[in-house]
């Protein structure tokens, strides 16, 4: 089956700053890559996502690339906003199952 | 512009007891699936039901654990005789497609089952 390993675990940046998140899956049939943003006490938000035929996506503040080369994949949040803060998923689907990583926290600093 | 809906968003039971998670998708998704978060983990695949019909149960306990989707209704997940192991968050997302269309998959906010 699918693995997916996320890194880092926890993230701290200053308000303003840019905070990249980087996942790598085991699947090359693998083709749509969702990322998740999840509050406490919430369910996961789906933020943006990416299909395998395309190499980078923007969204606002918001970026992913994709290498189905080397199989991985990256969260960019550009001038992060105390409200970025949470817990953020990568996940991998080949079909419909989604295969998440282990999460980051991400902590923006006044 | 109701989401996914999900209810209890807790749920208490004691071992040997019955659980027994809602979930209704967002309006036109006819696609289910119920993933299951430890304390600290990512969440992980239980099953894919589409109306009355189970795709895929492949992430879920062969025993005590068992979910449904019937035509007219929310899709049930449902526990029997559960054991401490079984606390953990539950999550139903919804799609509007499924196999072989990597449509994005939209969750609720859980249900937090603690068993005592």
């Known amino acids: 089956g699918e693995n997916v390993e996320q890194h880092p675990s926890t993230l701290s940046v200053q308000e303003g700053d840019s905070a990249v998140i980087k996942c790598t899956y085991s699947?090359?049939?693998?083709?749509?890559f969702p990322w998740y943003k999840q509050e406490l006490g919430k369910g996961p938000q789906l933020i943006i996502d990416?299909?395998?035929?395309?190499g980078e996506k923007k969204d606002q503040r918001i970026a992913v690339t994709l290498n189905k080369t080397a199989k991985h994949f990256s969260l960019h949040i550009t001038e992060t906003q105390p409200e970025d803060s949470a817990v953020y998923f990568c996940?991998?689907?080949?079909?419909?199952?989604?295969?998440f990583g282990a999460g980051t926290t991400v902590t923006v600093r006044a | 512009n109701a989401g996914v809906m999900q209810n209890p968003r807790h749920l208490v039971r004691r071992r040997g007891q019955e659980a027994r998670l809602r979930c209704s998708p967002m309006?036109?998704?006819?696609?289910v699936y119920w993933y299951r978060q430890l304390p600290e983990e990512g969440l992980k695949f239980m099953v894919y039901?589409?109306?009355?019909?189970?795709?895929?149960e492949s992430g879920m306990p062969k025993e005590r654990f068992s979910a449904e989707f019937p035509k007219e209704g929310p899709s049930i997940l449902r526990i029997q005789q559960v054991v401490r192991g079984d606390s953990a968050a539950y999550f139903c997302?919804?799609?509007?497609?499924?196999?072989?269309?990597?449509?994005?998959?939209?969750f609720g906010d859980g249900t937090r089952l603690s068993i005592l």
């Open positions: 997302a919804s799609s509007r497609g499924g196999a072989g269309g990597n449509q994005p998959q939209h």
């Open positions: 699947d090359s049939a693998s083709n749509y």
């Open positions: 990416i299909r395998s035929n395309v």
């Open positions: 996940a991998a689907d080949g079909d419909y199952k989604l295969s």
């Open positions: 309006k036109g998704h006819s696609h």
């Open positions: 039901l589409q109306k009355e019909n189970i795709i895929d």
